[in-house]
C-alpha cells in the first residue's frame, strides 16, 4: 500500500515559453518573429553601456524552430542586461518595419534597467532588458481570496501614494513605501488596492530626456512582463521584481488583495510616426491592428492598437497574465479601454470575443478578479453586456447618475434609485449578479471627490494643452465660488455634498471603488487629466489626514458598516417581494409623506426601506432593516416613516448634514427615532436609519 508522504507546499511557479530563462547551464532566449530574416542577441556589461560588449547571431538552420528564434548561451545568470536586433524587409505597404539597427525590447522581458540612450549614429537605445532569477520566498502566501460582492476597492498609484515628503516614510514613491503605509489602509478598511499601471512605461523620451508632459499615470506600456523599475527603492537592475514582491507579500499578510491596471491595447511604440522599440521590429503586422493603407489603427486614442485578438498577441496576454497571477501572487486585474478586446483583427466589435471569453476560463486564472473598463476611444460602449458573470465592469452610468442626482438634475430620481438597487437595468439580463457592477464616483480620470463639488469647469493648463485636454463632461458644480474659498456657507453645502456621494456609494448593491485621497478631500487644483502632474497636484497629502480626519472618520464608518452588513452587498438582486415570511418588501420606495413613491414626481426626495436578507443569505442574522432618506432638492423637507415600520426601535446611522462625530455611528447607537415625530432633513442631505431587531 502506498503512503501519501509529507511534503512542504511547493509555490506554482509559471514559466512563459519566451524571453529570457536561467536554467543550470546559464539562459535560454527565445522570441517570435515569423519574417524575420536574421535575429541577434545583444549582451551589455553595464546599464550606461551604449554599445554591447558581445553580439551573437542565431544561427537561421539550428537556432529557429517554426517562427520561434532561440538558443542557449552558457555562463549568463541572473541581472545580465540585453537587447535583441532583428534584420528583415522595410515595406510598410505591406505591414513590414525591420530595422537592423535598431536595439529591441524583448516582448516577455521580466525586467528593465536604465533609460533611453542618446548617440551621435540617431539609433534608439531603450532601457535595457534584464535576465531573471525568479526566485523568492513567499514564505507560504497564496491569494486572499475575498468574495467579490465582499470589496471595498482603493484605486492608487503607486509612486504618488508616498512621494511627498508629507507621506514621512523611508523609501517614498516605491514599491517599499507602499508597505510603510498599510496601517492607513487597514485602518480605512479596504480590501483590495488596485494599482494604476505598474508594467513598464518610459520615464524619458528617446533622447534621454525627461517626458516634455511628465508620463506619470503610466497609461503607455513599453514591456507587460516587467514591474516598473521607477516605483524601485533600490535601483540596482532586477530590484523592482523583489521589491514588488515584498509589496504583495505584505499586503496579503494585512488581508488586503492587489489588483493592477493593465494597458492591452496600444504601446508606447505609437504610429508609423513613433519609434521602433519592440514589437515594431520583430512581427508589426501581428502584433498592432494595421488599416488597409497598412497605417496604425487607433481605437486607443494613444496612436496605436494592439491586435487581442491575433492568436499570438492572445498567447502573449495569457502568458503575461499569468506570469503576474503566479509569479507575483497578484490577485486581479482591470482591463484599460477593454473594448478592445472585443475588435477582431480588423477592428470591428464581435459577438463573444475569443479573447474576452478565454480570460474568464482560463484555469490557471480561476482565483482572480477581472474588471473591465467596458468602453474604448472609438466609440464602443458595452457597460452592461462585457463578457459573462466572471467578468466585473466599471460602472459609468454610476458615476453619472450619482453625480446628477446630488446635483440636482431633474430626471434622476429613478436612475438614482437603479444605481443604488444595484443597476439590474445593467445586469440581470444576462444573469449577472450585482457584484458584476464595480460602483464608482469618481477615479484617476476626472476631477477628485472634492474638486468635483469645487468646480464647475476644468482646469487643466499646467498640461500646456491650452486646457483642451481632459472630458468636458464633469456633471459638477461649485456651489457659488469656483475654486477654493473661505465662505462658510459654501464650504459646509460642499462638505455635505462629499459626504452624501460617499454614503451613496458606499451603501450601493454592487461592488464600491474610491480613489486614493478622496477619504481626506484630496485636491488637484481642478485638474480632471492628472496624467502628466508628477507633483504635488497628484500625490497624496498626508497633512490632510489630519487636517481632515472627521471626513477619514465618516468614510471608515462606512466602509465599516458595508463589511458588516450583508444587506448592502447582496449576491442577487432587490425584487420589491417579501423575504421569507415576513410581511415586508426586500426594498420599498416612498415619498417623504411615507406614501409609495410617485416615479413621476419632479422633486428629488424618496425614501428607501432596506429589508434585512433572508437567513438563508444571512446566517449570522447580522443583517439590519435599513431606511434611507434623500433629499437632493434646495429646501429643507419633512419625512415620515411608512406605516409598516412601527414599533420597532430605529437608530441613527448617517446624517450628512450634521456635524462630526454626530454625522455617523459606526456603533449603530445614534439618537434613536421618537416614531410619531417627523424627521427634519436639510437641504442636499442624506439621513440613514437602523432598525435595533427583526
Known amino acids: 500500500m502506498l503512503m501519501r508522504q509529507p511534503c512542504q507546499s511547493l509555490q506554482f511557479a509559471y514559466q512563459p515559453p519566451f524571453g529570457a530563462r536561467v536554467n543550470n547551464t546559464g539562459a535560454q532566449f527565445s522570441v517570435f518573429s515569423r519574417s524575420a ?28 524552430w517554426g517562427d520561434v528564434w532561440s538558443l542557449n548561451v552558457p555562463s549568463l545568470t541572473h541581472g545580465q542586461l540585453y537587447h535583441f536586433q532583428a534584420s528583415g524587409p522595410w515595406d510598410p505597404e505591406n505591414g513590414h518595419r525591420f530595422d537592423p539597427a535598431a536595439r529591441l525590447i524583448d516582448p516577455y522581458t521580466q525586467a528593465l534597467a536604465g533609460e533611453f540612450q542618446s548617440g551621435t549614429d540617431g539609433i534608439v537605445r531603450p532601457p535595457k532588458c ?16 475575498h468574495d467579490i460582492s465582499e ?32 496601517p492607513y489602509l487597514t485602518s480605512l478598511g479596504i480590501t483590495a488596492v488596485e494599482l494604476m499601471p505598474v508594467n513598464e512605461f518610459p520615464i524619458k523620451d528617446m533622447h534621454g530626456n525627461a ?29 523592482q521584481v523583489r521589491e514588488f514582491k515584498q509589496m504583495v507579500k505584505a499586503l496579503h499578510a494585512a488581508g488586503i488583495e492587489v489588483i493592477l491596471d493593465v494597458v492591452f491595447n496600444h504601446t508606447c511604440e505609437g504610429n508609423e510616426k513613433g519609434p521602433t522599440l519592440s514589437f515594431k ?17 487607433n481605437y486607443s486614442g494613444c496612436g496605436n492598437t494592439l491586435n487581442g485578438n491575433h492568436p499570438v498577441v492572445r498567447e502573449m496576454i495569457f502568458h503575461c497574465l499569468r506570469h503576474w497571477v503566479h509569479n507575483y501572487h497578484v ?30 476560463e482560463d484555469p490557471l486564472l480561476a482565483d482572480t478578479k477581472v474588471i473591465a473598463e467596458a468602453w474604448d476611444a472609438a466609440g464602443a460602449y458595452q457597460v452592461g453586456s462585457f463578457g459573462n458573470h466572471r467578468w466585473a465592469e466599471w460602472n459609468g452610468r454610476f458615476r453619472d447618475d450619482v453625480r446628477g442626482f446630488w446635483r440636482g438634475d431633474q430626471g434622476t430620481l429613478g436612475d438614482l434609485a437603479t444605481r443604488l438597487a444595484g443597476s439590474s437595468d445593467l445586469y440581470e439580463h444576462d444573469g449577472r449578479p450585482p457584484f458584476c457592477s464595480i460602483n464608482f464616483v469618481t477615479s484617476h480620470d476626472g476631477f477628485s471627490m472634492n474638486d468635483l463639488v469645487s468646480y464647475k469647469e476644468k482646469h487643466n493648463e499646467a498640461n500646456n494643452e491650452n486646457n483642451c485636454d481632459g472630458d468636458n463632461h464633469n456633471i459638477s458644480d461649485n456651489y457659488g465660488v469656483e475654486g477654493e474659498t473661505e465662505i462658510g456657507s459654501v464650504n459646509l453645502i460642499r462638505t455635505r455634498q462629499i459626504k452624501n456621494m460617499m454614503a451613496t456609494l458606499l451603501l450601493s448593491q454592487g461592488v464600491p471603488m474610491l480613489v486614493s485621497g478622496d477619504e481626506v478631500r484630496r485636491t488637484q487644483g481642478g485638474n480632471n487629466n492628472a496624467y502628466c502632474q508628477d507633483n504635488q497636484t497628484s ?25 458588516e452588513q450583508p444587506g448592502v452587498r447582496r449576491k442577487t438582486y432587490l425584487t420589491g417581494k417579501p423575504v421569507g415570511d415576513r410581511l415586508i418588501p426586500d426594498v420599498s420606495w416612498f415619498s417623504p409623506d411615507g406614501k409609495t413613491l410617485d416615479w413621476g414626481q419632479q422633486t428629488l426626495a424618496m425614501m428607501a426601506y432596506i429589508a434585512a436578507p433572508h437567513p438563508s443569505d444571512d446566517p449570522e442574522s447580522l443583517g439590519r432593516d435599513l431606511v434611507m432618506m434623500f433629499n437632493s432638492t434646495g429646501q429643507d423637507r419633512e419625512f415620515m416613516m411608512p406605516a409598516f415600520a412601527t414599533g420597532t426601535q430605529w437608530n441613527l446611522f448617517v446624517d450628512t448634514a450634521a456635524e462630526s462625530p454626530a454625522d455617523i455611528f459606526p456603533d449603530l447607537n445614534g439618537p434613536m427615532l421618537a416614531f410619531q415625530d417627523k424627521v427634519h432633513l436639510l437641504h442636499h442631505s442624506f439621513k440613514v436609519f437602523v432598525r435595533q431587531n427583526r
Open 130 to 145: 534584464v535576465v531573471i532569477d525568479d526566485e523568492f520566498d513567499w514564505e507560504g502566501d497564496r491569494h486572499v481570496r
Open 211 to 239: 517626458m516634455e508632459r511628465g508620463n506619470y499615470w503610466g497609461y503607455d506600456p513599453m514591456a507587460f512582463f516587467s514591474p516598473h523599475r521607477g516605483y524601485a527603492y533600490d535601483q540596482t537592475p532586477g530590484s
Open 281 to 297: 521590429g520583430l512581427e508589426n503586422q501581428v502584433y498592432y491592428i494595421l488599416s488597409n493603407d497598412q497605417h496604425y489603427c
Open 331 to 360: 490577485d486581479g486585474f482591470r482591463f484599460d479601454l477593454a473594448s478592445i478586446l472585443s475588435r477582431d483583427r480588423n477592428g470591428d466589435l464581435i459577438p463573444n470575443p475569443p479573447m474576452v471569453e478565454l480570460i474568464s
Open 37 to 64: 530574416t536574421a535575429m541577434r542577441l545583444l549582451l551589455y556589461n553595464e546599464v550606461s553601456d551604449t554599445e554591447p560588449s558581445e553580439v551573437i547571431t542565431f544561427d537561421r538552420d539550428a537556432d529557429r
Open 151 to 182: 470589496s471595498v476597492i482603493y484605486e492608487m498609484h503607486v509612486k504618488g501614494f508616498t512621494n511627498s515628503q508629507t507621506a514621512k516614510v523611508d523609501a517614498g514613491g516605491s514599491y517599499l513605501g507602499v508597505i510603510e503605509k498599510i
Open 539 to 563: 500625490w497624496f497629502d498626508w497633512d490632510l489626514v489630519e487636517r481632515n480626519k472627521d471626513m477619514l472618520r465618516f468614510v471608515q464608518g462606512l466602509i465599516r458598516f458595508r463589511r
